[in-house]
C-alpha cells in the first residue's frame, strides 16, 4: 500500500505542474525501489525522473537522481560508470550534503573493492556529513560501507 502513495504522489505533483512536488516523487520512488532492489522500477523512474529534472533546470533535484543513479549502477555491476557520476558530483564542494554523501559511499565501495587507495578518507568525509543530518537513509549505508571496508581491508 505504501508504494502506491508514492505513485498516486507522482500522479498529482505531474497533473497538477507541482514541479517540486514531482522530483521529490521521482526521488521517493527510486529510493524505494533501491532499497527493496527493484532495479526495473528504479531505471524506469531514474530515466523519466531525470528527464522531468533536466527539463525544467531542477539542478540539485537532477545531481540527487544522479546520486542514485550512482549507487544502482554500482548496486548492478557497472562500477565504471557508478564512479564517473559520483566522480562528477563530487567535484562541486558545495554540493549539499545529501547528495555528496551518497556519491561518497559509492566511490568508496569501489575503491575499496578494486584495492584502490582513497576510500577511507572518502568514508570519513561522508561520516562527517551523514550524521549531521540524523537521517538513517544517510548513516545505514555509510555503517554498511565502513563494515565493508573493514572486512575487505582488515583495518579497523
Sequence with gaps: PGE???FESLDIALKNSYQEHAARAYTNIISSSLTFKEYD??????????GYCEERTLDSWTKYILSYK???LLETGDWQQAASIAKNLLQNPEQPAIIRVGALITLATIEVRRGEPG????LQEAKS???VTMEYQRIIPLLIAFLEYEWLTGNN
Design 129 to 131: 556529513l551523514a550524521f
Design 4 to 6: 502506491q502513495f508514492l
Design 70 to 72: 550512482s549507487r544502482m
Design 119 to 122: 576510500a577511507l578518507p572518502h
Design 41 to 50: 522500477l528504479a531505471r524506469r523512474y531514474l530515466q523519466d525522473g531525470l
